[in-house]
């Protein structure tokens, strides 16, 4: 079975700077997708990014990128130029890529604040 | 387009009561997916749909949750009878296809047995 790992259950960054986000997962499979989904608070959870395991490029969405070390199994996601409204608890999840497989897998979360 | 809506927002309840929870997902989005979340750990699975099958429901606690999605729309959760460990977010989430582009979550549903 797929194992989601987030081993920062906190993490606080100024406003304007940059933040990592560590994700590991273990599996056998090769085919695989992860994601990053950000929950604010009392609200629904959003899809940040997602990364396509059999694509080497690293996925990007504006201040939002991801390092995927595919060997490594890490998924970590950076933000830039991080703004009062990326506090929120982000989820790492792992779908994999058997058709069979569409459940999401994920991490424990972690509770990013953001200071003024 | 609307998301997905779940609803109550919040329920708070007394042990051996029912509950049921409510998940509108887009509309056209086949599969549609019940997660749990207890408090301070890993959201986890419970059942998966397409249309008004279930595809996957090795995720289910136990039997005293029954998941049904009638006609392949909307679909509930229903806990009976709760107990104190059933206390968590519940989340639906729907997508088109299998999910490879992602899911829409809808905001969920905070259930508190007392």
């Known amino acids: 079975a797929q194992t989601v790992t987030q081993s920062q259950p906190e993490m606080s960054v100024q406003e304007a700077e940059t933040v990592t986000l560590s994700c590991t997962y273990d599996t056998s499979e090769s085919d695989y997708y992860l994601f990053w989904y950000k929950q604010p608070p009392s609200r629904q959870m959003i899809l940040v990014i997602r990364q396509e395991a059999y694509k080497q490029q690293n996925a990007t969405e504006n201040r939002f990128s991801v390092n995927f070390q595919k060997a490594a199994k890490s998924f970590s996601l950076k933000i830039s130029d991080s703004q009062l409204g990326d506090a929120a608890m982000y989820f790492c999840?792992?779908?994999?890529?058997?058709?069979?497989?569409?459940?999401?897998?994920f991490g424990e979360g972690t509770q990013l604040t953001v200071n003024p | 387009e609307a998301g997905v809506t779940q609803f109550p927002s919040h329920s708070v309840i007394e042990k051996g009561q029912t509950v049921t929870l409510r998940c509108d997902p887009i509309?056209?989005?086949?599969?549609l997916y019940w997660y749990r979340r207890v408090m301070g750990k890993e959201i986890k699975f419970l059942l998966h749909f397409v249309k008004e099958s279930k595809q996957d429901e090795s995720g289910m606690p136990n039997n005293r949750f029954l998941a049904e999605r009638t006609g392949g729309t909307y679909s509930t959760l229903k806990v009976q009878p709760a107990e104190l460990e059933d206390s968590g977010v519940y989340f639906c989430?729907?997508?088109w296809g299998q999910g490879r582009y992602g899911y829409t979550f809808g905001s969920g549903t905070r259930l508190t047995v007392v």
């Open positions: 989430a729907s997508s």
């Open positions: 999840a792992y779908r994999s890529g058997q058709t069979s497989g569409s459940r999401l897998t």
């Open positions: 509309s056209g989005h086949d599969n």
